[in-house]
């Protein structure tokens, strides 16, 4: 802290350049390196966000289409129509969290959708290899029951086509949910870290700032007394 001065007694010399010395070790702000990490980290978080909402919708929207056709038993929409919102929700924490720095209620949803993440991955995987495994039993219920529900012949085959095209595209939206937990794991840490570090130059700044106009002033305070004891001694005052 500055030293403190007492009224009409200017400071020494010895203690101000002792307040000046103190400031002196600068410390170091977020690197060149570090600020292009963060927004490398930010830009692929938003792609990953941005996907995974494309694939959440498109989830409900393919629940909703097998049910209002009736292609599949019930099981079948109502899991991925949940799953396709359960990805909306991972997308709108995470989206919440990272665009939040203060502490607020905002925040705690940036590592809740992390861990939404990893649950979301292993039902996505679980999801997708039923489908590929039960293929073959699905192709038969489609064969057995086209004609009770008017499925035609070709839109038996794009369904049995469009299953396993489902099951990749669960596979590929868990893999943005892995890469999602590797990137938010460091994004929030590192910025908060930055920006600490940020704060703490701007503050060394501010008392290098205040250090020098103390040390201006007690200059001009020395200067005014050596000229009123000058002044003093020629007049006889």
């Known amino acids: 802290t500055l030293p403190r001065k007492e009224k009409g007694v200017p400071p020494n010399r010895t203690e101000s350049r002792g307040a000046m010395a103190s400031y002196r070790r600068r410390p170091n702000g977020p690197t060149c390196c570090q600020t292009c990490c963060r927004w490398i980290q930010g830009k692929m978080l938003l792609l990953i966000n941005v996907i995974d909402f494309i694939g959440g919708v498109g989830l409900i929207a393919f629940g909703a289409y097998v049910y209002d056709k009736k292609y599949a038993p019930d099981y079948v929409y109502i899991t991925i129509t949940a799953m396709g919102m359960f990805v909306l929700i991972t997308t709108f924490y995470s989206t919440c969290g990272a665009c939040c720095w203060n502490s607020c209620w905002a925040c705690c949803l940036y590592p809740v959708s992390a861990m939404m993440g990893i649950l979301l991955c292993l039902g996505e995987i679980t999801c997708g290899s039923l489908l590929i495994a039960y293929h073959k039993k699905y192709t038969k219920w489609l064969n057995e029951n086209h004609q009770k529900y008017n499925i035609s012949e070709s839109e038996v085959e794009q369904l049995k086509h469009g299953l396993l095209t489902v099951a990749i ?15 938010s794991k460091r994004y929030k840490k590192g910025k908060r870290y930055d920006e600490a570090q940020q704060r703490m130059l701007d503050e060394h700044e501010d008392m290098e700032q205040r250090a020098l106009h103390n040390e201006r002033s007690r200059e001009r305070a020395e200067k005014h007394a050596k000229l009123r004891a000058h002044y003093a001694e020629k007049y006889n005052l």
């Open 169 to 183: 595209g669960l596979f590929a939206l868990a893999f943005m949910e892995i890469l999602r937990f590797c990137v």
